[in-house]
């Protein structure tokens, strides 16, 4: 019934085995791939014929974490799967990036690549695997494909590469000191195709070394699929890209010189409009017969793309005059928003962000139940981008998969700069919202969030600033790096390359390559020139704050101390009875958790002082020999319990009350009355042994000679 083939080779200390024929022998290529004992499976299907007036590429990746792959029950109401966690929409745009430039140019079939995790061994993150099922998926199935390409992830501990570290070792990272990083790299046999990371200030020579090792680690992987490919591919799909050279050159001829005028316009709107108006006058140009060709609009982007980029690297000047390597003008401003914890408005030449800062208490964290199990995060970072920002009229719903995507990467560049938990008791969210928008809004947010978070006062360890970089190579080998692209550099050039970082090294790095032909050289002339471009913006933020502001008067405050373990259940309480008093009582919020850890918040420093001297009261010992004040709760016929020391009562005898003898204590004390008391120790059942009459009882002094008199 099976007509199985499998492939396996050794990977790093894991075996990597696809196997295809078994399961979905429907889909046009099918392949499970395991490492370890963490298996994904991708699917891959394409339509035969193009949708009449399909004039982009429909390619769609779906990436689904099953729960039972980890022996898990999900959370929630419902039991089941929902809407894609933040990690698989991240994972689908990581296949989504480096597959598909490889398509061949001007296949515009609809391609569904599904990924299921099947089983998860909690060491192997299924990303990867995703990944490289997808690759084979799609070898096998026939496509017009440009593959294979694999993926790996790398981490570097103690000056060394690490390859595929595992999934406890990458959580959490900026609390891990001895992990430097967390970098994703995918690529064919010959090129780098894409690249994701968050680093912890790795220099631009530790970066490049990280991506050539994870580029060298991916070429077993390549050779198996190949291997696979050659046993059990399907016969290619018969495609012929279109040829309209003849549709272009009449394009070119209807309005070459109204484009190059539109490309000439510095301002990005009225740029827009004119470019719009030089496509409006090559169609009033054209026969009905071309006006109707599907590969009208591919002809017009090739005639934008041949002016934008051959006067970039022709004359090193781009459509807004700026040289290659210039920054576009900068202005930083913070504190615009009166009520907020923390707020700054970073504008970039044509594009802005408003970057808001709210600072939480435990109770904020996020809790996240991910496949490998469930944690906390307390530092949020939510990436806004409204169609009014690029001047548009569209839909507003929940965030998409740029939204989260954008987000994540400010997100990545700025944690590595955050104090520690315990340094800075607070849960951090940053909200960017792009107002304006033509050229990397997720390096504005990184600048913005910087500057917004030390606005709050979050003490960073260093400012962080972010700069996205552009490529135009051309067929002759000729290429010019261009840095803070503009939307049009972006849409019409071969590379996106986004750098953040502090002045001392990298905090993330993403790149997306459109064609297949990146070498080292490239890279370390961008990452080179990405680090002058960081290093400029640093300088313009640094004139509008340099460090750290005061709290606002609107934020919490927070107190942390630390309790032995043991006492967590005193100050709990039965049912919660404790907690709920001190909280009541002094009207702070207070967090404990179980490493004794508690957090006392409240914008009363009042508030936060009471609460800390109750709990105090309950976890502290008395120590032997110290003076306290207290309160006589019961007199008896030898002496007086006093009430010293939180909830713990000692006894004064009646011969330690006093340097004379009382016929009862009655004669100088009453119940509730305040005294002063010196605590001599414990007798031999642990009873509390006190005495009054070795301290003044107006100054509280301890009096000596009285003491060795008695002594």
């Known amino acids: 019934m099976?007509?199985?083939?499998?492939?396996?080779?050794?990977?790093?200390?894991?075996?990597?085995?696809?196997?295809?024929?078994?399961?979905?022998?429907?889909?046009?290529?099918?392949?499970i791939a395991t490492l370890g004992e963490t298996s994904v499976m991708a699917n891959v299907t394409f339509a035969r014929q193009q949708k009449p007036g399909q004039d982009f590429f429909p390619l769609t990746v779906h990436y689904q974490e099953k729960y039972?792959?980890?022996?898990?029950?999900?959370?929630?109401?419902?039991?089941?799967?929902?809407?894609?966690?933040?990690?698989?929409?991240?994972?689908?745009?990581?296949?989504?990036?480096p597959i598909r430039p490889l398509f061949v140019p001007g296949f515009k079939n609809e391609v569904l690549v599904m990924c299921t995790v099947l089983s998860h061994d909690l060491v192997n993150d299924p990303d990867m695997v995703a990944m490289i099922a997808a690759s084979a998926a799609l070898t096998l199935s026939g496509a017009p494909f440009m593959?294979?390409?694999?993926?790996?992830?790398?981490?570097?501990?103690?000056?060394?590469?690490?390859?595929?570290?595992?999934?406890?070792?990458?959580?959490?990272?900026?609390?891990?000191?001895?992990?430097?990083?967390?970098?994703?790299?995918?690529?064919?046999?010959?090129?780098?195709?894409?690249?994701?990371?968050?680093?912890?200030?790795?220099s631009e020579a530790e970066m490049l070394g990280a991506v050539k090792f994870a580029h060298e680690q991916i070429q077993p992987v390549i050779d198996l699929i190949i291997s696979l490919a050659e046993e059990a591919a399907n016969e290619p799909f018969d495609f012929t890209p279109p040829d309209y050279s003849e549709l272009y050159e009449a394009v070119k001829a209807a309005g070459e010189t109204e484009m190059r005028a539109a490309f000439a316009i510095s301002d990005k709107q009225e740029r827009t409009a004119a470019v719009a108006a030089a496509r409006e006058t090559i169609k009033a140009a054209l026969t009905e017969e071309q006006l109707e060709d599907a590969n009208l609009g591919s002809a017009l982007k090739k005639l934008e793309?041949?002016?934008?980029?051959?006067?970039?690297?022709?004359?090193?000047?781009?459509?807004?005059?700026?040289?290659?390597?210039?920054?576009?003008?900068?202005?930083?401003?913070?504190?615009?928003?009166?009520?907020?914890?923390?707020s700054a408005l970073f504008t970039r030449g044509e594009t802005q962000g408003l970057v808001v800062t709210t600072l939480g208490t435990g109770d904020d964290e996020q809790f996240i139940d991910a496949l490998h199990g469930n944690f906390?995060?307390?530092?949020?970072?939510?990436?806004?981008?409204?169609?009014?920002?690029?001047?548009?009229?569209?839909?507003?719903?929940?965030?998409?998969?740029?939204?989260?995507?954008?987000?994540?990467?400010?997100?990545?560049?700025?944690?590595?700069?955050?104090?520690?938990?315990?340094?800075?008791?607070?849960?951090?969210?940053?909200?960017?919202?792009?107002?304006?928008?033509?050229?990397?809004?997720?390096?504005?947010?990184?600048?913005?969030?910087?500057?917004?978070?030390?606005?709050?006062?979050?003490?960073?360890?260093?400012?962080?600033a972010g700069v996205a970089m552009g490529l135009i190579l051309e067929d002759d080998g000729s290429y010019a790096i261009l840095s803070d692209i503009l939307g049009d550099e972006d849409h019409l050039g071969d590379m996106d390359f986004k750098v953040a970082g502090t002045e001392n090294g990298i905090t993330s790095l993403q790149m997306d390559i459109k064609v297949a032909g990146i070498t080292p050289e490239i890279m370390e002339?961008?990452?080179?020139?990405?680090?002058?471009?960081?290093?400029?913006?640093?300088?313009?933020?640094?004139?509008?704050?340099?460090?750290?502001?005061e709290f606002s008067v609107h934020a919490p405050r927070i107190e942390?101390?630390?309790?032995?373990?043991?006492?967590?259940?005193?100050?709990?309480?039965?049912?919660?009875?404790?907690?709920?008093?001190?909280?009541?009582?002094?009207?702070?919020?207070?967090?404990?958790?179980?490493?004794?850890?508690?957090?006392?918040?409240?914008?009363?420093?009042?508030?936060?002082?009471?609460?800390?001297d109750m709990i105090y009261s309950i976890v502290a010992e008395p120590e032997e020999?110290?003076?306290?004040?207290?309160?006589?709760?019961?007199?008896?016929?030898?002496?007086?319990?006093?009430?010293?020391?939180?909830?713990?009562?000692?006894?004064?005898?009646?011969?330690?009350?006093?340097?004379?003898?009382?016929?009862?204590?009655?004669?100088?004390?009453?119940?509730?009355?305040?005294?002063?008391?010196?605590?001599?120790?414990?007798?031999?059942?642990?009873?509390?042994?006190?005495?009054?009459?070795?301290?003044?009882q107006e100054t509280g002094e301890e009096i000596k000679k009285e003491e060795a008199a008695e002594g």
């Open 2 to 31: 099976f007509n199985v083939t499998k492939k396996s080779m050794q990977w790093g200390e894991e075996t990597l085995t696809l196997e295809t024929g078994k399961v979905a022998r429907q889909a046009d290529g099918s392949v």
């Open 68 to 97: 039972y792959a980890a022996g898990k029950v999900p959370g929630g109401f419902f039991k089941r799967e929902a809407r894609p966690t933040e990690k698989e929409t991240l994972t689908a745009r990581l296949i989504d990036r």
């Open 147 to 202: 593959g294979p390409i694999a993926g790996c992830r790398v981490g570097f501990e103690g000056g060394e590469f690490v390859l595929n570290p595992t999934v406890d070792d990458m959580q959490d990272l900026r609390l891990n000191p001895d992990q430097r990083l967390d970098l994703v790299v995918a690529g064919t046999k010959d090129a780098v195709m894409m690249v994701e990371s968050e680093a912890y200030e790795l």
């Open 305 to 342: 793309a041949g002016i934008l980029r051959g006067d970039v690297v022709k004359t090193g000047k781009r459509i807004d005059g700026r040289k290659t390597d210039e920054i576009r003008d900068i202005v930083s401003e913070t504190g615009l928003l009166p009520r907020t914890h923390g």
């Open 376 to 464: 906390k995060s307390n530092f949020l970072l939510h990436y806004n981008f409204p169609p009014y920002s690029v001047g548009e009229v569209g839909r507003v719903g929940p965030p998409g998969r740029r939204e989260i995507g954008h987000g994540k990467l400010a997100w990545r560049a700025l944690q590595a700069v955050l104090p520690a938990a315990t340094d800075f008791p607070y849960t951090i969210r940053v909200v960017s919202e792009i107002t304006e928008s033509n050229g990397s809004s997720s390096m504005a947010s990184v600048c913005g969030g910087s500057l917004s978070m030390m606005d709050a006062g979050v003490p960073l360890k260093a400012p962080v």
């Open 525 to 549: 002339k961008a990452l080179a020139q990405a680090k002058d471009g960081r290093i400029h913006i640093l300088g313009e933020m640094a004139k509008a704050l340099t460090e750290a502001s």
């Open 560 to 612: 942390t101390m630390q309790i032995p373990t043991d006492k967590i259940r005193e100050v709990i309480g039965s049912g919660g009875k404790v907690i709920r008093e001190i909280v009541e009582v002094s009207g702070a919020k207070v967090d404990i958790n179980d490493d004794g850890v508690i957090k006392i918040a409240s914008p009363n420093g009042e508030a936060i002082k009471k609460a800390y």
């Open 625 to 696: 020999g110290q003076v306290y004040t207290g309160k006589v709760v019961k007199i008896v016929d030898f002496g007086a319990f006093v009430n010293f020391f939180g909830k713990r009562d000692g006894l004064v005898h009646v011969s330690q009350i006093e340097n004379r003898r009382l016929n009862h204590p009655s004669d100088v004390l009453k119940e509730g009355q305040e005294v002063k008391v010196k605590l001599l120790g414990f007798d031999d059942r642990g009873k509390v042994r006190l005495s009054m009459k070795v301290v003044d």
